[in-house]
T-cell receptor, first 112, second 111 residues
Framework: SQQGEEDPQALSIQEGENATMNCSYK?????LQWYRQNSGRGLVHLIL?????REKHSGRLRVTLDTSKKSSSLLITASRAADTASYFC????????????FGTGTRLAVRP | DGGITQSPKYLFRKEGQNVTLSCEQN?????MYWYRQDPGQGLRLIYY???????QKGDIAEGYSVSREKKESFPLTVTSAQKNPTAFYLC??????????FGSGTRLTVV
């Protein structure tokens, strides 16, 4: 079963603009993670945010977590063409046996 | 370099044939996972193993089998009982409180 749902499903922006992707989930979590997938490749881990954290930064990435709304957002600032990929949120929870459950992803296209 | 290696990159299966996908890691991770990804979809968990000689079914285990005889290796067999095996298969490993490390995937096609 899939717990995370990303929004929007697809996003197209101009290079230099910011990209925001959202993720909603259903049950209480231990942590939430964001991954990136280039076409036909494996997933790359971007950020892990724990349930007692509200915001984390990594380079041009900013992740927020609102456990009261069961939602998270991933912000990519000053986007580049190389950021073109699919982005997935994944949740780890006791209800999933501490295994990751992935959402359906947001396809981001950054136009040069 | 530490990481996960999946092979082959592409695999073709005939009807009624069993095929085995390889996954090897040198990260010293205890836990390993197999996911299936269909076009435009998220990942669905097939099997996982949290320790050597032990593994558990995921959400879509029917038609698949695994073994975990060594910490480094977690091969996946797609059996003839899996009626719709064409998909992208991803192997991952993890250690506590960190994200998963994924292999580069195997694309399986039925011919």
């Amino acid at each position: 079963s899939q717990q995370g749902e990303e929004d929007p499903q697809a996003l197209s922006i101009q290079e230099g603009e910011n990209a925001t992707m959202n993720c909603s989930y259903k049950t209480s979590i231990n942590n939430l993670q964001w991954y990136r997938q280039n076409s036909g490749r494996g997933l790359v881990h971007l950020i892990l945010i724990r349930s007692n954290e509200r915001e984390k930064h990594s380079g041009r990435l900013r992740v927020t977590l609102d456990t009261s709304k069961k939602s998270s957002s991933l912000l990519i600032t000053a986007s580049r063409a190389a950021d073109t990929a699919s982005y997935f949120c994944a949740t780890e929870s006791k209800s999933s046996g501490d295994k990751l459950t992935f959402g359906t992803g947001t396809r981001l296209a950054v136009r040069p | 370099d530490g990481g996960i290696t999946q092979s082959p990159k592409y695999l073709f299966r005939k009807e009624g044939q069993n095929v085995t996908l390889s996954c090897e890691q040198n990260l010293n991770h205890d836990a390993m996972y197999w996911y299936r990804q269909d076009p435009g979809q998220g990942l669905r968990l097939i099997y996982y193993s949290q320790i050597v000689n032990d593994f558990q079914k995921g959400d879509i285990a029917e038609g698949y089998s695994v073994s975990r005889e060594k910490k480094e290796s977690f091969p996946l067999t797609v059996t003839s009982a899996q009626k719709n095996p064409t998909a992208f298969y991803l192997c991952a490993s993890s250690t506590a409180n960190y994200g998963y490390t994924f292999g580069s995937g195997t694309r399986l096609t039925v011919v």
